[in-house]
């Protein structure tokens, strides 16, 4: 790992107290600052290159940063790149001289502000440049009160407001906003407004030639930079020929068998073997099994309500008979949990939308509890209340993964291989494909057929008339 020079960490350390950075985050700023530059120097690319935010951003993906570090990385090289006025030193030989380019510094006619992105992400500086429309940085911006607002912050904002519109999932928000800063660095920051379908053509490229991503990846970005352009550009894609487009190659489920899956909750510890047997038993996607809450269980017809699954869709699922018991006992633990929280004075559960603005007292009641709630309360740092969170995804992932580990399988397994597994027995037991795929919540049958692959076929390809079977035969 490469060494700051001095001169370097003091003209850094100032921009950021220009750029309203809070002093205790500043330490963190200048730690990105040094990954990117011995990243730069590693790969021997140029500090001063915009679009070498994109290698260093997928970079931190693969290390498992998380999508707040990121940004935070981002952040910290787009001000070292846009602001900074620097010939380093001769004496340092830690980052090669011939790699930077200098660049303007902070004048009168420059100041930071601070700005909230869409989405829970911390707060970005943004440069605000004094001038007029003669200005060569003034291009497709408006000028209020001689103040130039960044014209790609407005358009994330818009990104933002017209995903939760229409009341897409945080994911969705997530992924979108992700693949729209990229296209912004990969333009080295080209307006919005000036932003043609050929720059959308060469990203698309880069991406499957260069990066050499999955097909899932470049048709998530083609989708998100879709939106990006009909609904906060208001402009058509029109004709992408000559596009490169990774092929996307037929997906076969992983599958446990039945001893398979007993030897994976067998080492598993509570809660997490109720988890996967709830998987399993009902199919559940994992997001929906930390989802459900009190109401959502019906001993009486023994059915489970998924509410707002993938695709904003509801079903209903068989409770198992072996599974009866147990989940009487969790709910038993839930509200002894529940009785202890109403005694601390908590401000109870989490609701979805604006369910609590309609019913005020609906987070204390019973019913709306999780199922399987999180171990410690959640501080809302807006009011400052303690609420209940439904417990993690990532816990219970980790927590199969190692079960996984200890059972010795030969296959690859997640959480995700139980609910393949519920689809593949139920298929080989000569379930109805029909039935099957309702029970998914697939809204295609050709969702559901992917797991006609992953069962050994008795079909008679034999080619018979009907008037020659046997009674056996029928």
């Not at 002093?23 to 140029?46: G, H, I, M, T, V």
């Not at 996984?404 to 080989?428: M, N």
């Not at 029970?439 to 006609?452: A, E, F, K, P, Q």
Request: hydrophobic share 40%; glycine share 4%.
């Amino acid at each position: 790992m490469i060494r700051l020079p001095e001169a370097l960490k003091a003209k850094f350390q100032l921009l950021l107290e220009k750029s309203a950075i809070p002093p205790r985050e500043r330490p963190y700023y200048l730690k990105w600052l040094r990954y990117y530059l011995d990243f730069c120097q590693k790969n021997a690319l140029s500090y001063a290159d915009s679009r070498n935010i994109i290698a260093f951003a997928e970079k931190l993906q693969e290390k498992k940063q998380t999508a707040a570090q990121i940004h935070q990385a981002e952040q910290a090289v787009t001000i070292y790149q846009t602001g900074i006025s620097m010939v380093l030193p001769c004496e340092s030989s830690a980052v090669p001289v011939r790699a930077v380019r200098p660049y303007p510094d902070f004048s009168e006619n420059t100041r930071p502000v601070e700005w909230k992105p869409p989405g829970n992400v911390a707060p970005a500086p943004v440069f605000f440049r004094r001038g007029g429309d003669d200005h060569p940085d003034s291009a497709g911006c408006q000028n209020q009160a001689n103040e130039i607002p960044c014209p790609w912050d407005q358009a994330l904002l818009a990104l933002s407001n017209e995903i939760r519109v229409r009341q897409y999932s945080p994911k969705t928000l997530k992924a979108y906003t992700l693949w729209a800063e990229k296209l912004r660095y990969f333009t080295r920051h080209k307006p919005p407004e000036r932003l043609h379908v050929d720059d959308v053509k060469r990203f698309l490229t880069y991406l499957a030639v260069e990066r050499k991503v999955a097909a899932s990846s470049q048709n998530q970005a083609f989708n998100a930079l879709l939106f990006f352009f009909r609904h906060v550009l208001h402009r058509e894609f029109g004709s992408l020929e000559g596009v490169v487009r990774v092929k996307r190659k037929p997906y076969v489920p992983v599958v446990l068998s039945r001893e398979e899956v007993w030897r994976v909750l067998g080492n598993l510890r509570y809660p997490f073997d109720l988890i996967v047997k709830i998987l399993y038993g009902c199919g559940l996607r994992l997001s929906e099994c930390m989802k459900l809450r009190v109401q959502d269980l019906n001993f009486d017809a023994m059915i489970l309500t998924i509410h707002d699954g993938k695709g904003k869709k509801d079903r209903t699922v068989p409770i198992p008979q072996k599974l009866k018991k147990e989940l009487e006992d969790q709910l038993d633990r839930v509200v002894e949990k529940h009785e202890k929280d109403l005694a601390a004075g908590y401000a109870g559960v989490f609701l979805p939308s604006a369910m609590e603005r309609k019913y005020p007292g609906a987070a204390k009641e019973l019913v709306w509890q999780w199922v399987f709630p999180s171990r410690e309360l959640t501080l809302v740092p807006d009011t400052g209340e303690q609420r209940r969170y439904h417990l993690h995804e990532t816990h219970v992932q980790k927590a199969i993964k190692m079960g996984v580990r200890k059972s010795r399988l030969l296959k690859r397994a997640s959480a995700h291989t139980f609910r393949h597994s519920f689809a593949s027995h139920l298929l080989a037991a000569n379930v109805d494909l029909r039935t099957i795929q309702e029970l998914l919540g697939h809204s295609d049958i050709r969702t559901t057929m992917i797991y006609t692959h992953t069962v050994i076929s008795t079909t008679i390809k034999e080619k018979r008339s009907p008037l020659d079977f046997d009674d056996m035969d029928c």
